[in-house]
């Protein structure tokens, strides 16, 4: 069914219209004032609405992270890297203010939660489009530095389905192979806790359920599915050892990329070590 845009979502935000009430007008000055004057293209096409309010940098990774799960400041701060913090908050204001989160206290702590609006869940479809066409025509811009580790574990601590891993208990060990070459931390751990999953940068000292040795560009290949853990195994660039209840089939516990089946254009070979 064919949603009717509301005369209040019309105006929602529409700057200097006379049709605002005044108090509306005031708060929108407000936002103006704490976070910058609104991106405008002072045009009417629901395209260049929707980007003046999704078109700034990291605004649609923020976007992708609230609607992977993450809530709280510093969960979506991690999945985004390099953003500080006083443009992240910027960002969630801008966002708040446009009716696409929640901001919610912390019931008994400090600090907030951000939860996704309908206008918010509504981006999913758009956003999965988004990403089969990287996949399709983007590719070509990838290079080593995009291939960070820390990014790749967050995504698959994402990925663990606790429900499909029995016992109380699971550690999940991986080593790359490439980052201890280079002396740089080559150890990350996943520990599983009845449906609780945490990513671990030091020994959590717990005994060892599977163990992956591999480097980062392997792993990323087969969990997103550019080739299979058949296959990197055959060819010696991926080991799994572990218990056999687990190792038999890691897709059960170890969710694969959304984008797993998507078509996809190949990786640039060789990769390029900077940015064009």
């Known amino acids: ?13 529409t700057f200097c ?27 009417f096409c629901p395209i260049a609405k929707a980007t003046e309010i999704l078109g700034e940098r990291w605004t649609i990774l923020i976007v992708r992270e609230i609607l992977m799960g993450a809530s709280r400041f510093t969960e979506i701060q991690r999945g985004l890297g390099d953003i500080s913090p006083a443009l992240l908050t910027n960002r969630l204001k801008a966002l708040e203010a446009n009716n696409m989160v929640i901001k919610r206290k912390i ?31 983007a590719r070509h811009t990838l290079w080593e530095g ?3 580790v820390e ?4 995504y698959l601590e994402r990925s663990v389905d606790p429900e499909k891993i029995p ?14 070459e280079l002396q740089e931390q080559s150890d990350f751990w996943l520990l599983v806790e009845g449906n609780d999953v945490q990513l671990c940068l030091k020994d959590p000292g717990r005994d060892i359920s599977v163990y992956f040795n ?51 254009a190949p990786i640039p070979d060789p990769l390029p070590t900077a940015i064009a």
């Not at 939860?115 to 399709?136: I, K, R, Y």
């Not at 016992?167 to 201890?180: I, N, Q, R, S």
């Not at 299979?228 to 218990?243: H, M, P, Q, R, S």
Request: hydrophobic content about 35%.
């Open 1 to 13: 069914m064919k949603k009717t845009t509301t005369q209040s979502e019309v105006r929602h935000f």
């Open 17 to 43: 219209r006379p049709s605002i009430p005044t108090s509306e007008f005031e708060v929108h000055l407000g936002q103006i004032r704490a976070w910058g004057r609104p991106m405008s293209y002072k045009q």
């Open 107 to 137: 019931p008994g702590q400090r600090g907030f939660e951000y939860f996704p609006t309908e206008a918010t869940e509504n981006l999913l479809p758009v956003l999965v489009s988004l990403g089969e066409w990287g996949l399709t025509w």
């Open 146 to 148: 995009d291939f960070d």
């Open 151 to 154: 990014f790749l574990m967050r």
């Open 167 to 180: 016992g109380k208990e699971t550690v999940v060990l991986f080593k790359f192979k490439d980052l201890a």
């Open 214 to 264: 591999c480097t980062v560009r392997t792993m990323h290949d087969v969990w997103m599915g550019d080739r299979t853990y058949k296959e990197a195994i055959a060819a010696g660039d991926l080991i799994v050892e572990g218990e056999p209840g687990l190792t038999r089939n890691i897709r059960s516990w170890l969710r694969p990329s959304l984008f797993e089946e998507t078509q996809r």
